[in-house]
């Protein structure tokens, strides 16, 4: 079992080195960050499978597939997409997303419990991994879009993944989060500093 241990351990550092490179270039606008976003995404992906979190397993499968759209989408245009704001209107967004994860949150809990006949109502951890695999693919879908609000749900996001990770000891991965939110508070400001010019 120790090699299993060391191989998630490595898998982890791994996984978290390249996705603060891929905040950091998305925070900086180079579409490069894309491919270190994919990359991250991939080793997630493997982990999150080993940890047996569907949420966050699924939300890597999700970002290397918004990964892609994000590269083509920063790379194909001659000119950058300019950053915009869409103000409140985020707010619809949100909501629809809280809906989806607690709907996402019940199919894998159906699905579950079909198997080893087990209540069917989603505990805490199983809507907070729904929760944050739906918030999180929002703020990439915003965040390809270059619309400024993703930094917002960004900082919510990194703050609660500082939290559930550390609580988890995936120690990487909560050291990651906190240096998302350090890169997603200034992305925010340069994005806004750009938007007001």
Not at 4 to 17: D, K
Not at 90 to 98: E, G, N, P, R, Y
Request: charged letters at 10%.
């Amino acid at each position: 079992m120790v090699g299993l241990n060391y191989l998630v351990t490595i898998l982890e550092l791994v996984a978290a080195i390249l996705g603060f490179i891929y905040v950091y270039f998305i925070a900086t606008e180079r579409s490069i960050g894309w491919l270190f976003g994919i990359l991250s995404a991939f080793f997630y992906a493997i982990f999150f499978y080993l940890m047996s979190t569907v949420g966050l397993f699924s939300q890597q499968v999700a970002y290397i597939i918004l990964g892609f759209y994000g590269l083509i989408s920063w790379s194909a245009n001659k000119e950058p997409l300019p950053i915009r704001s869409i103000g409140f209107s985020v707010w619809k967004w949100i909501l629809l997303a809280v809906l989806l994860g607690l709907i996402f949150a019940t199919v894998i809990k159906l699905a579950g419990a079909s198997k080893n006949n087990s209540v069917i109502v989603p505990n805490s951890r199983e809507i907070l991994d729904a929760q944050f695999f739906i918030f999180s693919l929002l703020a990439t879908w915003l965040t390809t879009r270059k619309i400024l609000e993703n930094w917002h749900i960004w900082i919510v996001v990194n703050i609660v993944g500082v939290i559930w990770f550390s609580t988890e000891h995936w120690w990487s991965t909560a050291l990651l989060y906190f240096g998302y939110l350090l890169l997603a508070i200034n992305g925010l400001r340069k994005w806004k500093k750009q938007l007001a010019e």
